[in-house]
């Protein structure tokens, strides 16, 4: 007997012998109205098909035909690898016996070809304008290749019998109860069941008793066919048990009783009976395992044929009447470990029944809104990687079904959209058939991705997602069937065109990411990092994808390392890429202070390390150079001292893993930092922190900043402009992690005239309470005193001048520093303009060259000489003398006499003077106290009377009760001299009594 043609309605597992003592009774007129299907339905056909015992001779052997659309060898779906050979021979009698049962195959028409030609022949006919285009069926037909297949009959009529009668059916009834309440021994009783069972099916269309019985049990039958299977020999066929398990489930199913879906204990039964036949062995291993275990008269191999085409039929009776797709959810979701197994037999058994679903579904496809058709897109990429299958067998049984899948497709999406969608639909139709006609359609049934190109254009986000997810998943066993190449260019092909459609990609990047570690083929690592590319490149990724990639362990291991370093980026792209990694850095910079680093700082740091390492994104990395250098010094100066229990590192990311010690934020930002000057050529400013020591003052506490300036000077002293562009705007901000540092990015790339807009920031700064960045920005001040504007530099010489007798000695001295500076760059047409503020500073720099502080008195007497140049004074050499005023008052005689000539307004001079009298330093203090004693001398006492002396004599009182000696005798003498000036009489007072004396009385 030949084997059975796959693919044309052949029914042999459904074709029982007349031996058995049940009727056999074909469905008949209901007798109630509304109640089942039509006498003519189709479902009733194949009913009257499963029952016949007509025996029909076999056809020819088809060709593999494109053109005819017969190229697909018709199977039942065995092991054909092991055994297409010897069932050729064995079989090729036109008559068989297998038991005592004839083998009964009904004939399918010729019409039934299951033809998968797409060769559009018709297209030509259908070529207009898309507006034009009207979406029917007939279009999908003309895109597919293939004409929607009728429903009519496709058998031989067969000769119908009456209905069981009322005696029958109670006999049935009874028979199957004893079997609920007692036990099944022999396998005749068995079978008896079974059959008793399917034929009791046949009669709920018009028997309430029947239906009202079945429907009452439905878990007593469930719970009798999963002991049937499960007592089965297992990874055997000596008897025909499970094929009658399948034609009685499939009887039930036409009838609307549906045992394997609804319920755990169903589903569990579906699982069970499909593991039953999937995992049998191989043909060839079955009829060996007959040769040395005989069991029975059953011819095994004919036997699997028949179980297996029952199986099959006995899924496709689940998507009938299922407008839906509800139930095809279920099949698939019971498939899909089978159409991923590593065992070729168990492959080609899930692919054939998979195929044959598909076609049965493709025919009969009569769907209704909502659609609940889950898994579409995971459906369509486990279709088409199997069309890659190196097993012949499977690769074409997967292109049998992937056409009918695409035909399901087409009217699938035909009544998901809606009308405002329209347009959309008829473009992807007319792109749709563009593809396929580019095609040779052999070529296109075996290539993955080629198939992609054309389902891409139908399916939604989310199909899209399970695509790339199942392709991925594919990746997972290296010993899976599709060859990790293929499945590498299919997951680029989909991405590639349809890069913007995705909704799930987090999802996605955390299986490419866990799946980096199996793949070992350099060519398909490659692929799969340039499927990363391709969403990394998109702003609408970016950030996702970035903000995923560093949520992962640091360091990052050498799978994740290789995908940072060999990115493939377009050079468009590369800048933006690179930019918004470092946002991610400055943000962490930018947020308050937490207790704990963020995590992302760490994690971007290593990526930013990865990267230059890789050098792919060389372009990019100088041209944000000023940016990079400024927040990964930032990042250092953020991370000393830190360990990476300082780090709020989420929960779950290490598990067990346990960390070295060795690992801290501080060693990330370092490398980053090297390797960021490497790469951009810096080689001689490598050098010169390598010499001096740089890193290692970059990495303490309290050189770190000495680094920072050793690294300037280095940029300085090689490239003067990118110093000034980087640097001195960096310096003062490096341990400020706020908003300032946006804009001090701003200023990276700004001349020198955008760089002076910047310094009143800079000034800002000198308010400081934290002496480091005060110092530093004197330091880049002093830089860039010569650029500023007028507004600028007098409003900077005010903020000095507060600083004068700062508390902390640098700041006092380099604040005079710059000051000095200031009044030497003032120009000469602004000088009218800071004389008086010069003139204020005269007094402070004159006492605070008495300072205990042998550097700042000495910076005292320098600035003091700049400023009496600006005035054009030539100041006493006394000025400059080193020893303290009270133990030489010549020389502070002297001093005091050069500026009682000089100055004028002497009453606000000395007022000045006395408010030093309240210093904290005692030789300050001290300088004051005598400097008002000698310039009293020098006073107009008229004047000084005026304005009265009590303000100066309470200052002076207070002093008395100093405890320092040295400073009650120059207090005291000085306010002797004060109550001696106001003793003295007034000259004016004197001159009048003259003259009153003088006129007549």
């Not at 040395?292 to 044929?305: A, D, K, Q, V």
């Not at 060999?566 to 946002?583: G, M």
């Not at 250092?636 to 067990?656: F, K, Q, R």
């Not at 000036?981 to 009048?992: K, M, T, V």
Request: charged share 25%.
């Amino acid at each position: 007997m030949p084997l059975p043609h796959r693919g044309r309605g052949s029914r042999v597992a459904g074709s029982r012998v007349a031996s058995t003592s049940l009727p056999r009774a074909t469905a008949h007129s209901p007798r109630r109205a509304g109640r089942g299907a039509p006498s003519s339905s189709h479902a009733q056909r194949l009913t009257r098909r499963r029952h016949s015992s007509e025996q029909v001779p076999p056809g020819p052997e088809p060709q593999a035909d494109f053109r005819s659309g017969k190229w697909l060898q018709e199977r039942a779906g065995g092991d054909a690898r092991d055994s297409r050979q010897a069932a050729r021979a064995e079989m090729g009698s036109r008559h068989r016996i297998c038991s005592q049962e004839e083998v009964v195959i009904p004939c399918a028409s010729d019409n039934d070809s299951g033809s998968v030609d797409l060769q559009l022949s018709n297209l030509e006919n259908i070529k207009k304008d898309p507006s034009s285009l009207e979406l029917t069926d007939s279009d999908i037909s003309d895109i597919a290749g293939l004409s929607r297949e009728s429903l009519t009959e496709s058998f031989r009529h067969l000769t119908q019998k009456g209905p069981l009668s009322e005696a029958v059916a109670e006999r049935l009834i009874q028979s199957i109860q004893e079997v609920f309440d007692g036990e099944l021994q022999s396998e005749l009783e068995k079978l008896t069941f079974l059959r008793s069972l399917s034929s009791l099916s046949r009669t709920l269309p018009y028997d309430e008793t029947t239906e009202s019985f079945i429907h009452s049990h439905i878990a007593d039958i469930v719970r009798i066919l999963n002991m049937l299977v499960e007592e089965e020999p297992v990874h055997s066929l000596f008897s025909s048990m499970h094929r009658e398990v399948f034609v009685t489930i499939t009887d039930l199913s036409y009838q609307d009783v549906h045992l394997l879906f609804g319920s755990e204990d169903r589903a569990d039964l579906f699982s069970l009976i499909t593991k039953s036949i999937i995992t049998l062995p191989s043909v060839t291993a079955l009829i060996q395992l007959q040769e040395i275990m005989p069991s029975g008269p059953y011819n095994t191999e004919c036997l699997y044929r028949q179980t297996f085409q029952a199986f099959s039929e006995m899924l496709q009776s689940f998507v009938v009447k299922d407008p839906h797709l509800e139930n095809l959810d279920t099949i698939f979701k019971q498939m899909d470990p089978w159409l991923q197994s590593t065992k070729d037999h168990e492959r080609a058994r899930a692919t054939a029944s998979m195929a044959q679903v598909l076609k049965c579904l493709s025919r009969h496809l009569s769907l209704k809104l909502p659609l609940r058709f889950q898994k579409l897109g995971h459906l369509v990429a486990l279709m088409a990687l199997l069309c890659g299958d190196p097993v012949k067998d499977v690769a074409e049984e997967a292109a049998e079904g992937t056409h009918y899948l695409l035909h399901i497709t087409l009217r699938l999406k035909c009544i998901s959209y809606d009308k405002k969608n329209h347009p959309s639909l008829r473009r992807a139709m007319k792109k749709c058939r563009e593809l396929l006609e580019l095609y040779n359609i052999k070529r296109f049934y075996s290539c993955p991705f080629k198939i992609a190109q054309v389902f891409e254009v139908f399916l939604n986000s989310n199909e899209l997602c399970q695509f790339v997810m199942t392709t991925l998943d594919s990746l997972e066993n290296l010993k899976h069937p599709c060859t990790q190449q293929s499945a590498g260019e299919l997951l680029v092909t989909l991405v590639k065109n349809a890069e913007s459609r995705f909704e799930k990609v987090p999802e996605i990047m955390g299986v490419i990411c866990a799946r980096l570690s199996i793949i070992s083929q350099p060519r398909v690592r490659q692929q799969i990092i340039n499927t990363v590319s391709l969403f990394i490149s998109r702003p609408k990724y970016t950030d996702i994808v970035i903000s995923h990639l560093l949520c992962h362990p640091v360091p990052y291991d050498r799978h994740l390392a290789e995908l940072w370093r060999t990115l493939e980026v377009e050079l468009s792209s590369t800048t933006w890429i690179l930019w918004r990694l470092l946002r991610k850095l400055q943000k962490c910079h930018n947020a308050p202070t937490q207790e704990k680093m963020a995590y992302v700082a760490v994690a971007a740091t290593d990526a930013l390390y990865e990267v230059f390492v890789g050098n792919r994104l060389q372009a990019a990395t100088f041209r944000l150079f000023p940016q990079l250098l400024m927040t990964l010094l930032i990042q250092i100066h953020h991370s000393v001292g830190l360990t990476m229990s300082d780090v709020a590192i989420p929960s779950g990311l290490y598990a067990e893993q346990e960390m070295s010690s060795e690992v801290t934020p501080l060693c990330f930002a370092m490398q980053a930092t090297k390797t960021l000057l490497l790469r951009t050529l810096c080689w001689q400013e490598f050098n010169i922190m390598e010499k001096n020591k740089g890193w290692t003052l970059l990495e303490g506490k309290e050189c770190h900043l000495q680094g920072v300036s050793l690294l300037a000077n280095a940029l300085l002293e090689r490239n003067h402009l990118l110093a000034h562009k980087v640097m001195y705007l960096l310096v003062p901000l490096l341990n400020r992690g706020n908003d300032k540092h946006k804009l001090t990015s701003a200023g990276f790339f700004v001349e020198r005239e955008g760089i002076k807009s910047l310094l009143p920031c800079i000034v800002d700064l000198l308010r400081e309470t934290d002496e480091k960045i005060v110092l530093l920005a004197i330091q880049i001040l002093l830089q860039l005193v010569e650029t500023m504007d007028f507004t600028t530099l007098t409003a900077m010489m005010k903020t000095l001048f507060s600083l004068f007798g700062d508390v902390r000695p640098d700041v006092h001295r380099f604040s005079m520093t710059l000051f000095g500076a200031s009044v030497k760059s003032v120009k000469y047409t602004d000088k009218k303009g800071v004389e008086n503020q010069v003139l204020d500073s005269l007094v402070p720099l004159l006492l605070y060259s008495q300072d205990e502080n042998d550097a700042v008195a000495e910076e005292s007497r320098q600035v003091l000489r700049i400023c009496a140049q600006f005035l054009k004074w030539k100041l006493p050499q006394e000025v400059y003398c080193k020893d303290p005023w009270y133990i030489s008052p010549s020389e502070a005689g002297a001093v005091c006499t050069f500026f009682g000539k000089k100055c004028q307004g002497k009453v606000n001079l000395l007022a000045q003077t006395l408010t030093f009298s309240k210093n904290a330093k005692l030789p300050i203090r001290r300088a004051a106290v005598l400097f008002v004693g000698l310039l009293l001398k020098h006073m107009d006492h008229s004047e000084l009377k005026m304005k009265g002396t009590d303000w100066i004599k309470n200052d002076l009182r207070d002093l008395l009760s100093d405890p320092e000696p040295s400073l009650r005798i120059i207090a005291s003498r000085a306010l002797f001299r004060v109550h001696k000036i106001g003793a003295e009489p007034d000259p004016r007072q004197s001159g009048l009594r003259t003259l009153m004396g003088c006129l007549p009385t």
